[in-house]
């Protein structure tokens, strides 16, 4: 589920149990309250204080904590974070503050809700582009492959990471093939995993990932920083077609029907 997935969560099936006795139905509401709470509160001191220090961490229940105090509420407990990493990065955006809580952020989300893949696909994308920690991010898929076997979107988004930014096209080629092997897997996925092996047309095939990232995220963060990535390869496109420059290799896949 994405965005408001279940919002608030009424006819989960854990929610019953959670609701029988008020000692649970307290302990979950005040669970929720608190991390809303001290997510909001520290947005709030960033508005102030747009720079953090270099030692300063987001304070955050454990993941433990977190997992054991919100039973029957857990995607809700999530959504409401993860609406405030979407306005946290948002702020970021408009030059309010930095990203110096949002690793902690992403990952009390993906704590919560170890199913939510937009969560891993989006924070390993500004781990590896905003914050320039591609191993972080590839760390964070990693976690979401763990927790989400089977699953085509997080092996070929690691795969992205290793073609648009670290360039290790074999190592991404490895990454599209697992991605291609699994049970959803869609054309698109297992046409690229084919191509990527030829490594034609590096520019062309970053900027058909990155256009397919745009086309199919329903994410605003996520389709902003897929057009800033296009715009920034796009001139290198003109330039070499105005130079003639090919490789004879076929035009890359078209990115429609990413997973």
Known sequence: ???ARALWAGAMPGAAAARRTWPGRLVTTLSVVALAAAVTGLLG???ARPQARADERLWLPSGLFLRESTVGFRETAADALWFQVVQYYGEYRHGRHDLAYF???IRGVTTLDPRFLEAYRFGALVLATDMRDVAGGVDLLRRG???NPGRAML???VGFLHWVLTRDYARAAVWFDAAARAPDADDFTRRFAAFAHKRAGQLEVSY???RNLRDTTSDPG???LAERMMAK???QLRARAAAGAGDGSGPAPDGKGRP
């Open 1 to 3: 589920m994405s965005g």
């Open 45 to 47: 001191r960033l508005e």
């Open 103 to 105: 690793n902690g952020m």
């Open 145 to 147: 492959i763990q927790a």
């Open 155 to 157: 092996p070929f988004e």
């Open 208 to 210: 058909v990932l990155w």
């Open 222 to 224: 996520m389709r902003d």
């Open 233 to 235: 390869i796009e001139p």
